[in-house]
């Protein structure tokens, strides 16, 4: 199938889903965790769209509390973390699983939404609300007003988590990339050899008044230089799996000789080390 949203009368004109690098036909991975920046836009929509009270920007609230540690300086990050413009764009942290399948949810929404009204399909509407939101079901099930009824659109887009064995395409998507050209780029910048491939075993607090960021920004130095579009597939923050309480990768708080033996782990809540990233495949409505 094509990388573009197939209708009856023609493609959307759009390829790539944003942020997606093509792994295998109509499946694309994030080429960076979610940042701070990403979530701060689902928090600010959701409250306008539902209301500051509401049962769904409540949940859109990350636990600011898990950077609450004794005599350490990751309690600072309680209050900056997620909002100061310096960490803007550091990954973020502090969900749980089930938060990140429904910001993947919101994004599939909000995506669609776009190209829809980018391909003048339909309006865009600066006023939503509970009664009148756009989503993916709202629109095939025509409560959503169109500007040419007469188009049919059959494919949408769906960011998830990734599964464990889509995790393992993608690792051996990356591998290859890295392994295909690490010489020829060393051989001309040999002193990108000594910046490092994975950020981990890191120690944010070196001393009481030293304010050391545990993460690193999602496009970082390292990653500017390398061939490979992928940042921080290992190392960083971990990320949630599709599969119940799996997260991939390891973190900037994990043994880098171990991140490199082990790709999984288990945990059941939000942690200052968890984040996460989406997959993308376009599906046709009703199957």
Same mark, same amino acid.
């Given at each position: 199938? +094509? ?7 023609? *493609?959307?004109?759009?390829?790539? *889903?944003?942020?997606?690098?093509? @792994?295998?036909?109509?499946? !694309? ?12 836009? %689902? ?6 769209? %539902? ?37 803007? +764009?550091? *990954? ?15 994004? +599939? #929404? ?21 009664? $009148? ?14 500007? $040419?009824?007469?188009?049919? @659109?059959?494919?949408? *887009? ?5 599964? =464990? ?12 990339? #890295? ?5 020829? %780029? ?7 050899? #000594? ?5 981990? &075993?890191? =120690? ?17 130095? !390292?990653?500017?230089?390398?061939? $490979?579009?992928?940042? &921080? ?11 119940? $309480? ?7 708080? &994990?043994?880098?000789?171990? @991140? ?6 288990? +945990? ?5 080390? =968890? ?13």
């Amino acid at each position: 199938m +094509s990388s573009k949203i197939i209708s009856g009368n023609g *493609p959307l004109k759009h390829g790539n *889903p944003p942020g997606g690098i093509l @792994i295998s036909e109509n499946f !694309y991975c994030d080429r960076t965790e979610v940042m701070n920046f990403h979530w701060m836009e %689902y928090m600010f929509w959701t409250k306008r769209t %539902y209301g500051s009270e509401s049962a769904e920007f409540l949940n859109t609230l990350p636990d600011t509390l898990v950077w609450v540690e004794p005599d350490s300086c990751t309690t600072k990050f309680v209050d900056f973390y997620l909002r100061h413009p310096a960490t803007r +764009s550091h *990954p973020l942290v502090g969900i749980s699983q089930q938060q990140a399948k429904d910001y993947s949810k919101w994004r +599939s #929404d909000r995506v669609f939404e776009y190209m829809l009204i980018h391909d003048e399909v339909i309006a865009y509407n600066e006023f939503q609300n509970r009664e $009148n939101v756009f989503t993916i079901e709202n629109f095939f099930n025509n409560k959503i007003e169109r500007l $040419n009824s007469d188009r049919e @659109i059959i494919y949408y *887009p769906e960011f998830r988590l990734p599964t =464990i064995s889509e995790r393992n395409l993608i690792l051996k998507y990356s591998d290859s990339l #890295d392994s295909l050209h690490s010489d020829k %780029y060393y051989s001309k910048h040999p002193k990108s050899r #000594d910046i490092e491939l994975i950020y981990c &075993d890191k =120690i944010p607090c070196l001393n009481d008044t030293t304010w050391t960021e545990p993460t690193r920004p999602v496009r970082s130095y !390292y990653s500017r230089k390398r061939i $490979n579009p992928f940042y &921080d597939l290992r190392g960083n923050v971990s990320e949630w799996a599709a599969e119940t $309480n799996i997260v991939f990768g390891g973190s900037w708080g &994990d043994d880098c000789s171990t @991140i490199m033996k082990t790709d999984t782990a288990v +945990s059941s809540t939000a942690s200052k080390y =968890i984040g996460f990233r989406n997959v993308c495949e376009f599906k046709k409505w009703g199957e």
